[in-house]
């Protein structure tokens, strides 16, 4: 794919995808209890509000990016450590939810009308690209979303303790980038391959 086409196709649709997913937390949070994003204007879909500039040259030269994450005060919720962990979950869900809807409406397009290359290839990537955020995301170590699951589910653990963890997360992610950078398909086995499997099963 060149340039050209990823930076129309791609990044659009990157940046809409990570909105969603950041909306998701906030919105969720707010729901259990926390104000947090909605006083800081996160509980919008507009991009600029979740931009993250570097996360946005990374995808462009890396193929991968990042939004800023929502802020979420978890001693606002009643339940902290299982209420961090719903408000977690609803990121890559929403990704999920969107990957589906994407395949769904393609198909229903497709029923009028006869769909060009282009727009299919479109509705590929857009179901993809949130398929690979899904599982990237559910990869349980901190910060990821999938980590506060994890913690949800780990009998004796406390929030306290769960924020300790996650002070030392971004180590387990460095490793991960370099081992997968270094020649280990660490990615290809968790995040891409599971995505060709579902976006295969949805077109």
């Known amino acids: 794919m060149d340039i050209i086409k990823e930076l129309v196709i791609i990044i659009p649709i990157l940046l809409f995808s990570l909105s969603v997913h950041e909306f998701s937390h906030g919105y969720v949070a707010w729901k259990l209890g926390d104000p947090t994003a909605k006083r800081m204007g996160r509980l919008t879909l507009n991009p600029i509000a979740h931009l993250d500039p570097f996360g946005i040259l990374f995808a462009i030269f890396f193929k991968f990016g990042w939004a800023k994450p929502v802020p979420i005060n978890p001693y606002y919720f009643r339940k902290p450590l299982f209420h961090m962990a719903i408000s977690s979950a609803a990121g890559p869900i929403s990704n999920l939810m969107l990957a589906v809807g994407f395949a769904l409406l393609f198909k229903i397009i497709s029923i009028f009308v006869s769909v060009p290359f282009f727009v299919r290839d479109f509705f590929h990537i857009a179901s993809f690209i949130n398929l690979a955020l899904f599982f990237f995301n559910l990869i349980p170590i901190p910060p990821l979303d999938g980590s506060?699951?994890?913690?949800?589910?780990?009998?004796?653990?406390?929030?306290e303790k769960s924020l300790r963890y996650e002070m030392f997360g971004i180590v387990g992610i460095?490793?991960?980038?370099?081992?997968?950078?270094?020649?280990?398909?660490?990615?290809?086995?968790?995040v891409v391959e599971p995505s060709y499997k579902i976006?295969?099963?949805l077109y």
Not at 174 to 190: E, Q, R, T
């Open 148 to 159: 506060r699951v994890l913690f949800a589910s780990i009998p004796g653990m406390t929030l």
């Open 174 to 190: 460095f490793i991960l980038v370099m081992a997968s950078w270094s020649g280990l398909p660490i990615f290809k086995y968790i």
């Open 199 to 201: 976006l295969s099963s």
